[in-house]
C-alpha cells in the first residue's frame, strides 16, 4: 500500500516538486542569511566606541550633583548620584575575561578607570558624610585627574578604533562585494539548475506516455511484434502499460490465429481444387483410353493374324516387327494404372525403340541405359518416357543430313531418381520451352495431350510443388540471340523446400536437347496407383 | 534532449556549488577578521602594563615588541603605555585593573619613584627595566649594566688606543637607559684607566633627531681638537658620527666606539671606521622584564636583578 502510494503519480509529482522548491527555499535562506550576516557585521564593524561615549557623558552628569552634594550635602543630588551611580555601575564590563588584543584590553582598563572613579566617589561622600574635608578633597583631586585620563585615554582609543575600523571597514566593502557576486552567480546557476530538473522530472514523468503513444502508433499500422513499452517508476502509468503491453499481444496471438485458419482455409481450397483437377483429367485420360480402346480385341487378332501369315510366309523380320507392335499396343492400351513400376515404362519404351529402328535403320541412333537394379527399385508415372522419344523424333530431326541419336538414362542421385531423355537434333526454341512450362493448358483449359506438354503437365501434377521435377536444357536460342547459346529452363531453379537432397546440376548440351526427370522417390511411393 | 538536459544539470549543479562554497569560506572568513579585531580570542590570564618613554626608538620598540610577543606567549595581556612627565600616566597604573606593571624610567626618578610606591601599596607588583631607580626599597630590575658597559667600552678604548685617549661619551636622549646612569657609565671607564693617563672629557648629549649626532660630533671636533676617541651610546647616533668623521676625513685619527648591531655599523667596524661597537638586545630585556613580573604576579617573589648582558662587536669577530 505504501509502495503504490509513494509510487502513485500524485506522490512522485509531490516528491519532485518539493525537491525543486526546497533548493529554492535552502538557496534564498543562504542569500537571506548571508545579507543579514553582512548586515551584522557592517555593524559590528562601527560598534564599541559608543559605550564607552556613553560611559563619558554619564560620568559628566554624575559629575554635577556630585560635586553639589560635596558643597551642600544635598540628599536630592546624593540621590541623583546614587541613581546616576548605578546606572553608570550597570554599563561597566569589569568582570569580563581579560582580552589579549591590546584596543580590548585598554577599553577594559577604561571600564576599570570609571569603576575606579565611582568608588572613589563612593569614598568621597562616605568622607563628605564624617566630614573629613582633606579626605573627600584629596579623593576629589584623584577623581578629576581620572576624568582627565578617561577623555585624554578615550581620545586615543578613539583614534585607534577608527583606524582599526578604517580598516576593517576596507576587508568588509571588499568580501561583502565578493560575497555578493558569488551570490548573484549562486542564485543564476540554483535557477536554472531547479528549471532543468523541473525539465528532467517532466521528461521522466512523460516519457512512458510518449512510449504508449509511439507504440499506438505502430499498433495502428500493424505491426504487432515490436517490443513491450517499459515500465516507468509510477503505478498508475505502470498500470495503463501493463494493460496496453497485454492487449497489444492479445490482438496479436488473435490475429495470428486468424492468419493460421485462413492459410489452412487455402489450402483446403488448394487441394480441392487440385484434386477436382485431377478428377477432370482422369475423367478425360479414361475417356481418351476408352477411345483407344474402341476395339482391342479386333486390332491384336488382327495383328497376331499378320504375325502368323508372316510366320507362315518366311518373314520373320516382319513377324518380330508385328510382335512388338502389339508389346507397344498392349503395353499402351491396357495400363491403367497412374503410377508404374521402372520396369513395366522400360519395356514399353524397347518396343517403341525396336519399332523406330525399324522405321530409321539408317540415320537413328536410339540408346537405352538403364542399370538393371533400378527396374524394380522404382516407380514412375505411366507412359513419361514415351512421349519425349516420340517428340524428339518428331520435333527434334528436321535435318537430312547425319546421324541423329536418342539417348535415354536412368541413374539414381541421393534420394531422386534421374531420368532424361536427350538428342542431338535442333532443340527446343526458348518460346516453346516457356510456353510448356507457364501455359501447360491451352487457353480453352483443356489439356494438349500431346507429347512433352502431357508429360510436363502429369509431372508437375503429382509434384506442384518441385519446380525441378522436370527441366529442359537446349541449345535453341532465344529471340535475338546468338545462334548455339544455350539455357536451361526453368532457369534459375527455385530451391527446394523441405529437407530433400539437392537436384543435380543440369548443363545445356552443346547441340539438341535434354528432357530432364528427376523424381522424388520418397514421394512417388506416396502417389496411389 | 535527455543527454543535453543531464549535461545542464550537471553544470548548473557545479556551478552553483562553487560559488555557494567560496561564498560560505568568505563570510566565514570575514566573520573571522572581524571578531579577530574585536577581540574576541582565548582570554588572557593575567593584564600587565609596560610604561616606556614617551621618545621611541628602535631599540625600545625592539624592547616592546618582544615583551608583546612573551606576554601573548605566557597567557598575559600587554597594555602599553608612555610615562608623561608628571607621572599622571602611571599614576593611573593602580586604576586601570593592571595586574602588574613594567616601567622602563626616562629620568624624573622622584615621579616615577612616586608612582611605584603607590603602587606597591595597592599590591601591584613592579619591574624596572634597562635603568633602575636609587631608593630604599629592593626593586626587581631587568637589563644592562651600565657600570658594565661603561667598562666594556672602556676595555675597547684600551685595546685601540695605546697612548693619551681622550674621550668623550656622546650620551642621547633617544637611549634615556644610558643617560640616566651616565655616572655608572664613566665609573666603568673610569675604572679601566685608572692608573693611566687618560682624560675622560664631559660628554655630550644628543636629542631625538636620529642624524642629530652628526651635527654634534662636527661642533665637538671642531671646539676641542685634542679628543681622540669618541664613545656612543646610542645607535643611530654611532651611524650619523661616522659619517661625520668621514666628513672630516678624521677616520683613524678619531678612534669611535659605537653602540648597537646593525648591518651600517657591522659594515663601518669592516671597514675601520668603527673601533667596535657595544650591543645591547633590547628583546631579551622585554621578554625577560615580562617573565619576571609574571613570575612577581603569581609567586610575590623573582629576581633582583637580571643583567641582559651587553655584547662587544669587534672586528675580529665582525669578520666571522
Excluded at chain 1, 495470428?256 to 475423367?283: S, T
Aim: with cysteine; aromatic share 6%.
Amino acid at each position: 500500500m505504501s509502495y503504490r502510494m509513494f509510487h502513485s503519480f500524485r506522490a512522485q509529482l509531490l516528491f519532485n516538486i518539493s525537491w525543486v522548491v526546497l533548493i529554492l527555499v535552502i538557496s534564498s535562506t543562504w542569500i537571506l542569511f548571508s545579507t543579514v550576516r553582512l548586515q551584522t557585521l557592517a555593524g559590528e564593524t562601527l560598534a564599541g566606541q559608543e559605550t564607552i561615549d556613553e560611559a563619558c557623558a554619564a560620568l559628566e552628569t554624575l559629575r554635577e550633583p556630585l560635586l553639589e552634594y560635596l558643597s551642600n550635602r544635598s540628599s536630592d543630588a546624593l540621590s541623583q548620584v546614587l541613581i546616576l551611580s548605578q546606572s553608570l555601575r550597570a554599563r561597566l564590563d569589569v568582570d569580563s575575561p581579560i582580552p589579549l588584543d591590546e584596543t580590548a584590553l585598554r577599553t577594559r582598563e577604561l571600564h576599570f578607570l570609571f569603576h575606579s572613579w565611582l568608588d572613589l566617589a563612593d569614598s568621597a561622600i562616605e568622607e563628605k558624610r564624617g566630614m573629613d574635608v582633606a579626605g573627600y578633597t584629596a579623593r576629589f583631586d584623584e577623581m578629576e585627574r581620572i576624568r582627565s585620563y578617561i577623555s585624554e585615554e578615550n581620545a586615543r582609543l578613539s583614534a585607534v578604533r577608527f583606524a582599526n575600523q578604517q580598516k576593517s571597514y576596507s576587508l568588509f566593502v571588499s568580501l561583502s562585494r565578493n560575497i555578493q557576486l558569488l551570490n548573484l552567480l549562486f542564485i543564476i546557476s540554483i535557477s536554472a539548475f531547479s528549471i532543468l530538473l523541473l525539465l528532467h522530472v517532466a521528461d521522466k514523468m512523460n516519457e512512458p506516455m510518449a512510449n504508449l503513444s509511439r507504440m499506438a502508433s505502430e499498433i495502428s499500422a500493424g505491426r504487432f511484434d515490436a517490443e513491450d513499452v517499459g515500465m516507468s517508476s509510477m503505478h498508475e502509468i505502470d498500470h495503463v502499460v501493463e494493460a496496453f503491453n497485454r492487449m497489444k499481444r492479445d490482438i496479436h496471438t488473435y490475429i495470428q490465429e486468424i492468419r493460421w485458419q485462413r492459410n489452412v482455409e487455402q489450402e483446403y481450397m488448394n487441394e480441392r481444387v487440385r484434386n477436382m483437377k485431377m478428377e477432370q483429367m482422369m475423367r478425360r485420360m479414361e475417356l481418351y483410353t476408352l477411345q483407344a480402346q474402341m476395339n482391342p480385341h479386333f486390332l491384336f487378332n488382327t495383328l497376331n493374324t499378320g504375325i502368323q501369315l508372316a510366320i507362315v510366309e518366311g518373314a520373320e523380320r516382319t513377324s518380330e516387327y508385328m510382335d512388338h507392335l502389339a508389346r507397344l499396343f498392349r503395353h499402351n492400351l491396357r495400363e491403367k494404372n497412374v503410377i508404374v513400376p521402372l520396369r513395366h515404362e522400360i519395356e514399353g519404351l524397347e518396343s517403341f525403340f525396336y519399332i523406330l529402328r525399324v522405321r530409321f535403320p539408317k540415320n537413328l541412333d536410339l540408346i537405352l541405359d538403364c542399370p538393371e537394379e533400378l527396374l524394380d527399385a522404382h516407380q514412375v508415372p505411366a507412359s513419361i518416357l514415351q512421349p519425349l522419344v516420340e517428340n524428339s523424333v518428331v520435333h527434334g530431326f528436321n535435318r537430312s543430313e547425319g546421324r541423329n541419336s536418342i539417348i535415354v538414362r536412368v541413374f539414381e542421385t541421393p534420394g531422386r531418381l534421374a531420368l532424361s531423355v536427350s538428342d542431338n537434333g535442333t532443340g527446343i526454341p526458348h518460346e516453346d520451352a516457356e510456353r510448356l512450362f507457364v501455359h501447360p493448358q491451352g487457353e480453352d483449359g483443356l489439356v494438349k495431350v500431346t507429347g512433352l506438354a502431357n508429360v510436363i503437365h502429369r509431372l508437375r501434377f503429382f509434384w506442384p510443388d518441385d519446380p525441378g521435377v522436370v527441366r529442359i536444357a537446349s541449345t535453341g536460342a532465344p529471340q535475338g540471340a546468338l545462334p548455339g547459346a544455350g539455357y536451361v529452363h526453368p532457369a534459375p531453379l527455385p530451391e527446394y523446400p523441405g529437407a530433400y537432397p539437392p537436384l543435380p546440376e543440369l548443363s545445356p548440351p552443346e547441340e539438341g536437347s535434354v528432357v530432364f526427370i528427376s523424381i522424388d522417390t520418397g514421394r512417388a511411393a506416396c502417389i496411389p496407383s | 534532449m535527455k543527454k543535453i538536459v543531464r549535461a545542464g544539470l550537471f553544470l548548473s549543479a557545479v556551478c552553483s556549488l562553487a560559488p555557494f562554497a567560496v561564498s560560505v569560506f568568505l563570510l566565514a572568513r570575514l566573520t573571522g577578521e572581524i571578531a579577530g579585531r574585536r577581540g574576541i580570542e582565548p582570554p588572557a590570564a593575567l593584564h600587565l602594563a609596560l610604561y616606556v618613554p614617551r621618545t621611541r626608538s628602535s631599540s625600545l620598540d625592539a624592547l616592546v615588541s618582544a615583551a608583546r610577543e612573551t606576554a601573548a606567549a605566557e597567557g598575559a595581556a600587554l597594555s602599553v603605555h608612555s610615562l608623561d612627565s608628571d607621572g599622571s600616566t602611571l599614576g593611573m597604573a593602580q586604576w586601570t585593573g593592571a595586574q602588574g606593571v613594567i616601567v622602563h624610567p626616562d629620568g624624573g626618578d622622584r615621579v616615577i619613584l612616586r608612582e611605584m610606591e603607590a603602587l606597591r601599596k595597592r599590591g601591584i607588583p613592579v619591574v624596572l627595566v634597562n635603568h633602575s631607580i636609587p631608593s630604599d626599597l629592593p626593586w626587581a630590575f631587568v637589563g644592562a649594566n651600565n657600570f658594565d658597559f661603561g667598562k666594556k667600552a672602556g676595555a675597547l678604548v684600551s685595546r685601540e688606543v695605546r697612548s693619551d685617549p681622550r674621550i668623550v661619551v656622546v650620551y642621547s636622549d633617544k637611549n634615556p637607559a644610558v643617560y640616566s646612569e651616565r655616572e655608572l657609565v664613566e665609573m666603568g671607564l673610569s675604572t679601566v684607566f685608572s692608573g693611566r693617563s687618560a682624560q675622560l672629557l664631559p660628554s655630550v648629549k644628543t636629542a631625538v633627531n636620529p642624524r642629530d649626532a652628526e651635527n654634534v660630533v662636527h661642533e665637538l671636533l671642531r671646539q676641542r681638537p685634542e679628543v681622540n676617541v669618541l664613545v656612543f651610546t646610542d645607535a643611530d647616533d654611532t651611524i650619523a658620527g661616522c659619517q661625520a668623521l668621514i666628513d672630516l676625513n678624521l677616520v683613524g685619527v678619531v678612534q669611535v666606539i659605537g653602540y648597537g648591531d646593525s648591518p651600517e655599523i657591522r659594515d663601518y667596524i669592516r671597514k675601520g671606521v668603527l673601533n667596535g661597537s657595544l650591543a645591547v638586545n633590547p628583546g631579551p630585556t622585554g621578554a625577560q622584564a615580562v617573565r619576571s613580573l609574571i613570575e612577581l604576579a603569581r609567586t610575590g617573589y623573582t629576581s633582583s636583578s637580571v643583567d641582559t648582558g651587553i655584547e662587544i662587536l669587534s672586528r675580529e669577530r665582525t669578520a666571522k
